[in-house]
């Protein structure tokens, strides 16, 4: 069971009540219904439905149940929830800027100036002093480890790496020049600019005995993490955007990329250079040849190759046609 | 009006006049012609000649103007430019090693050891003496910012940042381990090696609102500077190569890598790992599917994807094409 | 002749004898002939056979002489190293199991928690005790120079480098953010994570005038070493491998990736976002066009395209017929 205690990492400047919520938001209310006034306390996913929490909801969630006393949710689409059943909705001109509206109100994150943290210098880096390290745990020079990052026994972090927003296990080893924790790469399509960008309030766990290589990029979950899971070995200059799942026993090569919201099956090995689109699932026991650029949703124990990446036999006889041709 | 001051990140070691020039040019002269003889304060670019200048000219160049007082040119090609109107040209052996000789007698730069900065540490950061950061400006930890920089108001530099070289705007962010402003990879094709490394005395400018990633390395100009437009998105691990020009409101996703000279325009949308092969042109509204290879100048609302990339519904038809041959 | 001391940068733990290997083998052997007891004092290549050392032979290894006094062999292969002629021979049930146990005991390195390293800070930077930097060096802020690293004359290391377990010789200039001399991607492929991690105990070594981009990693040898050879022009997020050898003048431009293993002759160019599959060889004087992905040994002279890479011209030929098809 994975968890982590959001304030250890974002800690609340406010605490607001449901109805609250509509007084922050109110420019971008289009209707709303409050049954129950209760106190924010957390940020929920579809995956996570905890009490005393917002809900964002766009037009592709599906709701497991309807009636929660106490979850306040927030979406754009009146068409899809317009379910008299939801005791607390707020219907909203835009998904994008009530979350920032409301996630800069409730929580102290790195993408706004005054955000702080407090350093101590400690064996040549930089540590946060909300954060625990283990004692056992070794860490080189010039490194940042900020608030409330959490690593567990046995783990050595190599030189000039940056971890935020983290839960490290034990055993874990992370090389020189990576960075773990950052704001994923979401805003709404259509606003761009840092000044849109939406707040990420989730954060990264590493599972026990994982090896990350060098200059990885490792963003953090929006609302609830990117995990990369046990004996996982991750090579240099890969990149791992936010909400990404990672099962047990990955082996990724080097300048593979992996988009947000990915999730990827155990004992799974992927080549160099592989690009993974987002929101696609891939499933145990899958090969990807390197080069391969994965589109869609692949099978248990398959093994594909190629761009769209297909079943890797078929993409070696298309091969050999495209040489033929013409000779 | 995109400017700066090339002192202020290259001091001047020695002021010349045109014709200390062929003194300290001497062996590699093959003929000269000197009809004025002033003091050389800048060094121009085709796209920005300025008085008491030189001008460098490959056989591509292509001059506007003939007759300049104080400017003097400097080119390899006595076929192109034997034009008895310029009153201030030096035909010389070999382009790349002139301007090598003349950018190393006239400018201080990083290539060299003699290069010198002087620092102070400033909340765990090094930053320049020399270096203007606005006071609500925030940076985080064992960032270095060299000499000459200027960063404005609002913006958030994270972790283990590298600035030099460089002027950024306002609410810019700036995410962990990036690079900026490194010598852009530029030297004789046939002579290769640090010691005929061709200097880069150009800039970075990043303007308003923009947010880079992490692990990016944006290279500065050669002579002007590599540009990033108003309220472009760069994610992680991105490649930005010298005298890359990026308009407003660029996406660009995670691993792409743009060649040096490449001009985008704006509100262009640029999927993961693409590349750009160098000094083409991209229209204004372009999408460009990710892991394409775009090789050509693109035309203006152009969707596109493959390698060479190409209209995004012909490439579509040529992959179901080729995977339905032979079945 | 490039030659290093290993114990400069992996100081021994233990001095060993033949016959103790066995002893801390033990659960690991199904056989063993040890003729004569010497002292352990390295390990060897195939590549590099010393004497009092240790061969590790996998079942593709080819000795070319079979009997060795103070040479132990240690293999899994009992078909294919059946001679008798072998004086010193342990036949282990796993090697990459036997390999990491024997490192492990001999040498230490850092993957493992005890590893220590004493720094002094200069230039604000941190530079171990045990490292050689010439006076004529510069090295700007935050980089990490470890234990045994030499730096020869007029080199320029930028910000926030790493350097372990590497020998670079005069002018090489490496740019910001850059590592060098990481723990290669070496481990038993049924066996994953950190704990089974293959300990590397060879160097990376830099030769002349080597300019090294931004962001780079460069893995160290598992024994001997990953080689750059002079004048090597490296451009930024260039990813190479452990074992990798890259002749004179090679130019090898952003984000291309060099697996495990591979040779790279003399006066290569590499255009970006190339992939080199790994234990390959690419000739003298080759041509990489960008984006290629090379599968299979190259011969000198070559231009080539594509993946898998071919001939350019039968490349460009191949695209142009997928293009015309159906029209």
Redo the contacts between chains.
């Keep these: 069971m994975i968890n982590f205690v959001r304030e250890n990492f974002f800690p609340m400047k406010n605490i607001y009540s449901s109805k609250n919520i509509c007084e922050i938001l109110i420019e971008n209310i289009k209707q709303e219904r409050i049954t129950n006034n209760f106190k924010i306390l957390d940020i929920s996913s579809l995956n996570s439905i905890k009490e005393n929490s917002i809900l964002f909801l766009d037009r592709k969630a599906v709701l497991s149940k309807l009636n929660y006393d106490n979850v306040l949710l927030i979406t754009d689409d009146q068409n899809t929830f317009n379910n008299r059943e939801f005791k607390n909705i707020i219907f909203v001109k835009n998904l994008s800027e009530s979350w920032n509206i409301i996630i800069n109100n409730i929580y102290s994150h790195?993408?706004?100036?005054s955000?702080e943290d407090e350093?101590v210098v400690s064996n040549?880096s930089?540590i946060s002093k909300y954060a625990k390290i283990d004692s056992?745990?070794?860490i080189?020079?010039?490194c940042?480890i900020g608030k409330g990052v959490e690593i567990g026994k046995?783990c050595?972090i190599?030189?000039?790496v940056?971890i935020?927003n983290c839960l490290i296990k034990n055993?874990?080893?992370i090389?020189?020049?990576?960075?773990i924790g950052?704001?994923g790469?979401g805003?709404e399509?259509k606003k761009?600019?840092?000044?849109f960008?939406n707040p990420q309030i989730g954060v990264v766990i590493i599972d026990?005995?994982?090896?990350l290589?060098?200059?990885?990029?490792i963003?953090r979950g929006k609302i609830d993490f990117t995990y990369i899971g046990?004996?996982?070995?991750i090579?240099?200059?890969v990149?791992i955007?936010h909400n990404v799942y990672i099962g047990e026993?990955?082996?990724i090569?080097?300048?593979t990329?992996i988009?947000g919201s990915v999730v990827i099956g155990n004992n799974v090995?992927v080549g160099?250079?592989v690009?993974f689109?987002g929101h696609i699932k891939i499933g145990n026991n899958v090969v990807v040849a390197?080069?391969s650029?994965v589109t869609k949703d692949i099978k248990d124990n398959s093994i594909i190759a190629g761009?769209?990446a297909?079943d890797i036999n078929?993409w070696k006889?298309?091969?050999i046609?495209?040489?033929k041709?013409?000779h």
Excluded: W
Excluded at 208 to 211: A, Q
């Design positions: 790195e993408d706004e100036t955000y350093f040549n930089y056992s745990a070794k080189f020079n010039n940042v046995n050595i190599k030189n000039n940056v935020k055993n874990v080893i090389c020189d020049n990576t960075s950052m704001t790469f805003f399509f761009r600019g840092s000044t960008l026990d005995n994982v090896h290589g060098s200059s990885c990029t963003d046990k004996n996982s070995m090579d240099n200059l990149h955007a026993n990955a082996c090569a080097a300048q990329g988009s090995t160099g250079k690009g689109a390197a080069r650029g761009f769209p297909i078929r006889k298309s091969i046609r495209q040489r041709n013409g």
